[in-house]
């Protein structure tokens, strides 16, 4: 292993503290954290999260070194979430990075978020081949990505106001469903009809989208059927669920169809929190045997935040010799 590059990642942007070890190219462990406590206050925040990224980190670290078996003294370079996220969260990983490397004598490399997201559908095999689109669905952002090789991609399509997250998110709260909403949608939508509530959806020219009328579109509906019978939730949350993710999903796959009749490509991959989604990830498959895609959805550990991601991309980086200078600080958004 002394020739080995060996590599620490860190993940700390939102409420999730996260630390991988990859070797030549092979995820040896993902450590996750999650943050409970934002449930009860309804979403995350934010001093919350960054006290509790620095609670968490050395022990999460100290871990992923363990259950890959590997020492401080062997690592080759640290990587660590840059940007986008909350601040105080991701400055907690840059600075914790910044001091270990300084001390170990090693670079480190800075990584952007939503690359990585697009980077971890290259963790395990089956791989997509060059160049592939990757539509990435998470709390933070939706986006169709066109990835050319590990380090060239562009977003080609995108969200003009709420994310794909905050949709799932957002109706799950007037539907009474604690934070976050997204997979208690998810399982109930199992057990309900898809077509039995209808709800607007957008037409947006291009690839972009736009869920802020979907989320007003259920607001009135579900209100105004409260007013009739006050059980009115209670009585057809499973087809709610169903309804509400089944239109979610069909925006999200008319945009990538179109996407893919635009730059005739056919290696299709999801990415982000989202793609846990079961509607989201059966409706994936369903397109690809109805329009001969090779489609790749990343492991459920992979899917939402985690630094396995942070590391693959880290690693390609690193192929790159694509260090981070010691006065780079973390930046909230970003322009990927
Ligand atoms: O990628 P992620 O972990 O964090 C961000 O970078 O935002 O995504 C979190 C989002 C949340 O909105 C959560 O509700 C959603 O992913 N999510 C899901 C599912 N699992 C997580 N949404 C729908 N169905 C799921 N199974
Ligand atoms: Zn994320």
Redesign the pocket.
Known sequence: MSNAIILLAIES??D?TSASIIVDGDVKSNIIYTQEIHAKYGGVVPESASRLHMKHIVPVVEEALQKASIKKQQLTAIAYTQAP?LIGSLLVGACFAKSMAQALSIPTIAVN?MQA?VLSNLIADPKPQFPFLCLT?????TQIVQCDSPLNMKVIGQSIDD????A??KS?KLLGLPY????L??KYAALGNPKAFTFAQPNLPELNFSFSGVKTSILYFVQAEVKKNENFIAENLNDLCASI?YTIVTILMKKLMQACKQTNIKQVCIA???S???G?REALISYSVKYNWQYFIPDFEY???NAAMIAITGYYKYLNQDFAAMDETASARSHF
């Open positions: 942007s939102c999730e996220g978020h997201h669905v998470s709390g933070g952002h994310a794909a997250g905050e799932f998110d799950a976050p909403g997204g997979p949608i998810d993710q982000g929190g989202v846990a989604n079961k989201l899917c939402t935040d």
